[in-house]
Every structure is written in structure tokens, then in C-alpha cells.
């Protein structure tokens, strides 16, 4: 295995030198760019542009591998996923540097996540699709059986590039695909160098590591070569990748974008709701694909609500290297982004309760946790999901109106629900439009439960046992009896 150390430090405690990985080895580029360390603003390493030529030659391997690597047993693939989790574990330090830098996480929560991506890695390491008997008569025996799809394109996000990625690739290989990613231009490197060290104990060609930008991820989509296209990022670009894959008829998983809502009923314990809410609006300073991004709370409610909020929220502490829950923006487009939505919450005279303040240290993308109070429903930090830590809270009364004003288009991904009334609660779930509701607790994916965004926050879903589906073809096998 190719060395991690390089020579230059570039200012940082740990140096690497990272690679596009293509058929078992690492491949140098020409090209290069660099990231911003989001907490002070530094640039990072050097990560490989990777050619057309370079996704070509991939795209050769993985049709290669494919042709083997789809007759293995499940056991086969479920020892070689188990190999995978392994090996994140005993590269965690090197992973958790690496994410830490490119994120701005805390070493706390960085470690948390490269944990948790080799959590799904064990956890598909026991669960498969097994064929189904449809229907069965005198006459006919009808299985359900589960084919792979080909070779998998993962274009990957820049939020949890390990954990969310992780998903993406164990999910193809447990199901006897050979997997392309891209990761981020934003974190490029913790997956480049999670696939660097996974060729250790996976056969050449079977998972593979290409990094550039949008360009690269678009001929992805349109390569004749990639059969399968897993994203998660924005609507506008996941509706770019829907038309381009229409064109080879690609099967395609889109997690997009969710505004979701928070819905806080009148029997609520504030004492147990208020940090609930607080972890699931600010965690990673809002940069989560389900976090709550607008909280509605019962009129009866609201102002102790408010006041509780804005206690809780001086726990979520700017520039504090040991936060497990908090950190800066995780890069300039993003913070340049969330100060739009601030200056425009000042612009119209909404009520900012806390925070407010840009790059309070000076350095890095910092934004503290900022709390509007009672903007109007087409503000656009009501209308437009904000991905940062910047929460309106809002009023209700009517129940039916509160579902109505939670049900947009674009917060289909999930949804929250605070009420000891499980009646209610499960009342009010199933009337959200929303993939995911959780019930008295903040939005966290589980790793087996399906996840999948409706309306305009996704396209079809991945997570449990019925998200191996969408990494496969279901297959009808008609067996006559005689």
C-alpha cells in the first residue's frame, strides 16, 4: 500500500499525499486543487483533478471486475464488506484527521463519523435480499430473485462524505455491483483515501476513486459505461442528473434537498423537547440533510419555548475545538450562502432573537447559532432550506394548518413531531409528506430503516434491507409445474 506520509506539512499537523484510484492503484494527475480548511481558512492538500481519460479507464476496470464480482456468493460479499469495516477501523486516526481538516469538524465528531461508516459496513455484512416466492399454485412457482445493476456512480456530498458515502458504496457491493465514486470538490479527501486503503482487501476494480467537479460528475451521468447513479445534494442539480441518466435509461437514487419541518404540540415537555429541537436544528451547525429547518410551535407554547431555545442554543459554542455537535460552515459557498439568508431576515425586519453575527472570530466560516422569531411564511428562510444554523420558529394553533404549512414541496425528506399523545402523533406523521417523520426525538437516519426523500427531496432511497433494492433488478423467475 502506497505510503500516507509526504514530505511538506503545508502548516498542518499530519500530511498525505492522495490519489485517484483506478483498478487496485493509485494514480497520480497533473492537475490539482486544493481545499480550504473551513475553520481558519488555510489550504489544505493537494487532490488529484482526474482526466476524462482517467474516467474512461475506470469505467474499463469496473466493467472488468463486474464480470466476476457479480458471481460471488452473498457470503463472499458479506466477508468482503466485514474486511471493509475492519479497515476503517484500524485507519480511524488517519481517516478522522483527514475529515476533520476538510470538514471543520471537531476530532470528537469526525472520529464519530468515520465510526459510523464502518457501523454500515458491518451492518450489510449480515443483511441480504434472499429470493421470495411471489405466489405458487398447482401450476406455477413464481420467485422473486435480485440481480445487480452493473457498475454503480456515486457522486457524493460534502457534509458527511464518509458516512453518507459509505451507504452508497457497501450498498452496491453487498449486492454484487462494482462501485465509481466521486467525491465532493469541497472534501475530496477522506474518500479518496478510504478508497486508497480499502484496495487492501478488495479485488482491483470493484471500488473505485475519480475526483473532480462538476464536469466530471457530469460525464458520469452521461457515460455509456456507468449503468447506476447514486447522488445526494441539491434539487436543481439532481434534476440535471435525472434528464442526463433518462438518456441511457440509468437507474438513479437522488436524496435532495429537505426543508423539513418541526412540529411542537401543546402537551409538550419543553424540559425534554427544547434540547431535542436544539441538537436537530444546530447540529453540525445545520448542515444536515434532515435537520430541522423550521419549527413550528404551539401558540400556548411559544414564548417559554423561545426563551428555552435561546439558552439551549449558548451551548452549541463558536471555535471550540472539542464540540461534539457544533463547527463552522463547512466551506465559502455554503457560508456565503447562509449570510445571504441573514442579511435578507435583517432587510425585512425580522426578528433575530440570537446570533445574527458573521465570522465572529475573524477567521474561518463561523456563523453562531442565529434564531428568528415568528418570519413570515414566505420569508425565504421559510421557503428555502438553509443548511446552516439559522432557525425560524414559528406559531400555530389548527392542527390541519400547521400539516399544511409543514407539507412544501421541497421538505420531503423528513419531518419532526413533539407530543407524549403517541394517538396524536402518529396522527399527525401520517399526514407529512415526508419519507422519514420521527416521534419525540431529533432527525437522525438509522441504518435500517429505509430512507428516501417524496416530492422534490429525492428519488427513490437506500438505508435497511429494502434499500438493497434500489442498488439491484428484481428478477421473475416463472417455473411451470408439470
Known amino acids: 500500500m502506497p505510503s500516507l506520509e509526504t514530505n511538506g506539512t503545508n502548516g498542518h499537523s499530519a500530511s498525505f499525499q492522495f490519489f485517484n484510484v483506478i483498478d487496485g492503484k493509485p494514480r497520480p494527475s497533473k492537475e490539482h486543487h486544493q481545499v480550504l480548511d473551513p475553520r481558519t481558512e488555510e489550504p489544505l492538500w493537494d487532490a488529484p483533478i482526474a482526466t476524462s481519460e482517467d474516467l474512461d479507464d475506470a469505467v474499463e476496470a469496473a466493467n472488468r471486475a463486474f464480470k466476476t464480482w457479480k458471481k460471488t456468493t452473498v457470503a463472499e460479499r458479506q466477508q468482503a464488506v466485514h474486511d471493509v469495516a475492519n479497515c476503517i477501523l484500524k485507519n480511524v486516526d488517519v481517516l478522522t484527521e483527514v475529515q476533520m481538516r476538510e470538514t471543520g469538524k471537531s476530532r470528537l465528531m469526525s472520529k464519530f463519523d468515520v465510526e459510523r461508516a464502518a457501523w454500515h459496513f458491518e451492518y450489510y455484512g449480515t443483511v441480504s435480499l434472499e429470493d421470495e416466492v411471489q405466489y405458487e399454485d398447482d401450476t406455477v412457482k413464481i420467485i422473486a430473485t435480485h440481480a445487480p445493476i452493473g457498475i454503480l456512480g456515486a457522486i457524493s456530498p460534502w457534509n458527511f462524505p464518509l458516512i453518507l458515502s459509505s451507504v452508497k458504496v457497501v450498498s452496491a457491493l453487498a449486492t454484487g455491483n462494482c462501485v465509481i465514486i466521486k467525491p465532493s470538490p469541497f472534501t475530496p479527501y477522506s474518500l479518496l483515501k478510504f478508497c486508497e486503503l480499502a484496495q487492501s482487501v478488495l479485488p482491483p476494480g470493484v471500488f473505485q476513486a475519480v475526483n473532480g467537479g462538476a464536469d466530471l460528475g457530469e460525464r458520469m451521468t452521461l457515460h455509456p459505461g456507468i449503468h447506476h447513479i447514486s447522488f445526494t445534494g441539491t434539487i436543481a442539480v439532481g434534476q440535471r442528473i435525472l434528464r442526463n441518466c433518462a438518456q441511457t435509461l440509468k437507474k438513479v437514487i437522488l436524496e435532495l434537498a429537505g426543508n423539513n419541518a418541526c412540529i411542537v404540540c401543546d402537551d409538550a415537555d419543553l424540559d425534554k423537547v427544547v434540547p431535542q429541537v436544539a441538537i436537530g436544528a444546530l447540529f453540525h451547525a445545520g448542515q444536515v440533510c434532515v435537520a430541522s429547518k423550521r419549527v413550528y410551535v404551539h401558540e400556548s407554547l411559544y414564548d417559554r419555548f423561545l426563551d428555552m431555545l435561546v439558552d439551549e442554543s449558548k451551548k452549541f459554542a463558536v471555535d471550540d475545538e472539542n464540540s461534539v455537535a457544533f463547527g463552522p ?5 455554503n457560508f456565503d450562502r447562509a449570510v445571504g439568508f441573514i442579511d435578507d431576515c435583517k432587510k425585512n425586519g425580522y426578528k433575530i432573537v440570537t446570533g445574527g453575527d458573521v465570522k465572529p472570530t475573524g477567521k474561518g466560516f463561523w456563523i453562531p ?11 425565504l428562510l421559510v421557503r428555502e432550506e438553509q443548511f446552516a444554523p439559522i432557525v425560524p420558529v414559528m406559531s400555530w394553533t389548527d392542527e390541519d394548518d400547521v400539516i399544511a404549512r409543514a407539507n412544501l414541496d421541497n421538505a420531503g425528506l423528513g419531518a419532526s413531531v413533539y407530543t407524549p399523545d403517541l394517538d396524536r402523533a402518529h396522527r399527525i406523521a401520517r399526514q407529512l409528506e415526508s419519507g422519514t417523520v420521527w ?10 430503516g429505509f430512507f428516501g426523500g417524496w416530492k422534490l427531496s429525492g428519488f427513490g432511497g437506500e438505508l435497511g434491507k429494502q434499500g438493497l433494492l434500489h442498488y439491484c433488478h428484481t428478477q421473475s423467475l416463472q417455473i411451470a409445474k408439470t
Do not use: C, G, Y
Open 369 to 379: 447559532p442565529t434564531i428568528v422569531a415568528k418570519p413570515p411564511e414566505d420569508a
Open 329 to 333: 460552515l463547512s466551506n465559502k459557498a
Open 439 to 448: 416521534i419525540n426525538q431529533f432527525e437522525r437516519p438509522h441504518h435500517a
